[in-house]
């Protein structure tokens, strides 16, 4: 994942929000976090926004069992089943929780520093590139309002949303500071 705007100062805001959601009890835990997992998280993305980035994040999720090996999902007709957690789900909750409080943290920082937006930019490669995503790639958007609208909403596709992007799972998007306020 190519953050551009990843540096001491976005890392400091991205800090600022996750501290901010784990006081107010707001941080999302993802149902394939084990119990353990569930404990140990706060401090593993904290670690990561510190000083590593999402793949940091995946390879200590998928340490000491921080991962459930099995969750409950519905079948064709609705019924619960068990299935096996996907071999990709420390790098999926990893990659699109770094890149939540990455774009919060740039959006925190614009706001900051008197910037009016953001831009929407590809930041990760994606196998089938959908049109209406690629059509969100260069909109700039109020800082101010995403921000907003990622601190109201903590839930998976709260980033897509936010950009416009519907059904946009793994979009690849992100964004970045505007040049010249």
Known sequence: MNLVDLDATTRFFMRTEVEMDVAAGALFLSNRLSPSGRVEYPDLLLKAID???PDTLAVALL??????LWETSRDRRGRPCRKRVPYNAADTLADREFNRYYIRGVCARAEAEGSQAVEVYRAMAVGNARPEIEA????RLAPRALLADLRAHNEPKAVETALGVAAGTNSGLSVRLVEGK
């Open 63 to 68: 340490q000491n069992w921080r991962l459930n």
């Open 51 to 53: 000083g590593g980035s």
């Open 136 to 139: 969100r790639i260069g909109v």
